[in-house]
C-alpha cells in the first residue's frame, strides 16, 4: 500500500515513523528554510513527473545560504534525495512534496551561527490547493507582507509564514477564498502562498521583485511559456491595489496553486469574473508540460516510478529525464 515516506537525518523512514527532538533550534525558531515542490502523476508513462526539481534545490541552497544553515549537497544530489522519497511513497496520484533545510541542534537562543543544520523531505497525496476552473474571491488582506528588511522576501523561511497565515485565515474567515497582500508602501505584493499577475491591453504585468516578492519557480516558467508560446510581453514593475480592480485578468500561481484565476476582489468582479482567455491559454499550456505532454519542456519535469518499499529503504527511487 502506498504511504507517506520521508527523508530524515540521512535515511529513509515512513513519515509516521520521522521525529524530531523538542528542542530542535527550527522548531523553537522557525530557523529553517523550505521548498514546495509538485510530483504530477502521469498514468501514460507509470511515473511521477516532479517538476523541475534542480530549479527548486537552487533556491533551497540560496535560502540557506541567507540563512547560514550549511546545506553541503548539490542541488543534484538533493534531487536525487527526493527522488528516493517520491518512489518510496508508492503513489499512483498527485504530490505535495516538501524539502526542508534546518537548524537541528538543541540550542537556546536566536542565533544561526555554530547550530548545527541538517535536511528532511517528504511527500505527501496532495490535490489541487485552489479551483483553477472557477474565478477566486479575493481580499485585499489588513495585514502586509513582511518587508526584505525584517525577513529576507528571496528565502522561503519557516518563521515568514505566520505572516502569511494571518492573511490567508483572515481571508477564510471572511468569506473569501485567498488574500492579496500589500508591502509597506501600499503596492501589490503577492497572494498569501502564491505570486500574482495581472492582464492588462495584451500584456502580462507582475510586481517588480523589489515589491518583496518570492522569486517564484512557477511564475517564471508560466512567463517563458508566455513569451514563446504565445507571444505576450512581460513586465515587472509597481502594481497599484487599484489596477488590480480594472485588470482585464488577474491569476495567482504557486507549486500548489498552479495557475488560479481571481474573479472578484473586494467584492469588485475581476473581467469577467471568469477565466480569461490568456488565463485559460496559459492553463493549458502549462499543465500539458507538468503532465509529460510537452516534448519541448521535457527537460522541466524528472520522472519517478513508484517503488516498493524495500528497496525504498535501501537506495533512491529509480528515475526518467532530469532536469537541466
Not at 489588513?142 to 485565515?169: C, E, F, M, Q
Not at 519542456?297 to 529503504?313: F, L, N, Q, T
Request: a negative charge; glycine letters at 8%.
Amino acid at each position: 500500500m502506498p504511504q507517506p515516506y520521508c527523508y530524515i537525518q540521512k535515511r529513509y523512514m515512513p513519515l509516521e515513523e520521522a521525529r524530531l527532538p523538542v528542542m530542535t533550534h527550527a522548531f523553537l525558531y522557525g530557523t529553517a528554510v523550505f521548498e514546495g515542490v509538485r510530483g504530477n502523476w502521469s498514468e501514460e508513462r507509470g511515473e511521477s513527473l516532479i517538476f523541475r526539481p534542480v530549479e527548486h534545490f537552487q533556491r533551497l541552497k540560496q535560502s540557506a545560504h541567507i540563512m547560514h544553515i550549511e546545506l553541503p549537497q548539490s542541488a543534484e544530489e538533493l534531487a536525487d534525495i527526493t527522488a528516493g522519497v517520491v518512489g518510496g511513497s508508492g503513489y499512483h496520484e498527485d504530490t505535495y512534496i516538501r524539502p526542508i533545510a534546518y537548524k537541528s541542534g538543541e540550542v537556546i537562543g536566536p542565533k544561526l551561527d555554530g547550530v548545527e543544520s541538517d535536511f528532511m523531505c517528504f511527500a505527501i497525496p496532495f490535490g489541487n490547493y485552489l479551483d483553477p476552473d472557477a474565478g477566486l474571491r479575493c481580499q485585499t488582506s489588513t495585514w502586509r507582507r513582511v518587508p526584505d528588511t525584517s525577513i529576507p522576501a528571496r528565502a522561503k523561511v519557516n518563521g515568514l509564514y505566520v505572516n502569511s497565515a494571518l492573511a490567508k485565515t483572515e481571508a477564510v474567515e471572511n468569506g473569501f477564498d485567498e488574500a492579496i497582500m500589500l508591502n509597506d508602501d501600499g503596492h501589490v505584493s503577492e497572494g498569501s502562498g502564491e505570486n500574482i499577475a495581472i492582464v492588462r491591453h495584451g500584456r502580462l504585468i507582475t510586481p517588480a521583485r523589489s515589491d518583496n516578492v518570492l522569486e517564484g519557480i512557477t511564475i517564471d516558467s508560466i512567463f517563458e511559456l508566455a513569451r514563446e508560446e504565445l507571444g505576450l510581453e512581460i513586465i515587472e514593475r509597481t502594481i497599484d491595489r487599484s489596477e488590480l480592480y480594472v485588470a482585464d485578468e488577474v491569476f495567482l500561481t504557486g507549486t500548489a496553486a498552479h495557475i488560479s484565476p481571481v474573479g472578484e476582489l473586494d467584492r469588485r468582479t475581476i473581467g469577467t469574473g471568469k477565466p480569461g482567455p490568456i488565463t485559460k491559454q496559459l492553463q493549458k499550456l502549462f499543465f500539458d508540460v507538468i503532465r509529460g505532454k510537452n516534448a519541448k519542456y521535457e527537460h522541466w519535469v524528472r520522472g519517478v516510478k513508484p517503488v516498493d518499499e524495500a528497496k525504498a529503504s535501501r537506495e533512491p527511487a529509480t528515475a526518467g529525464s532530469k532536469s537541466a
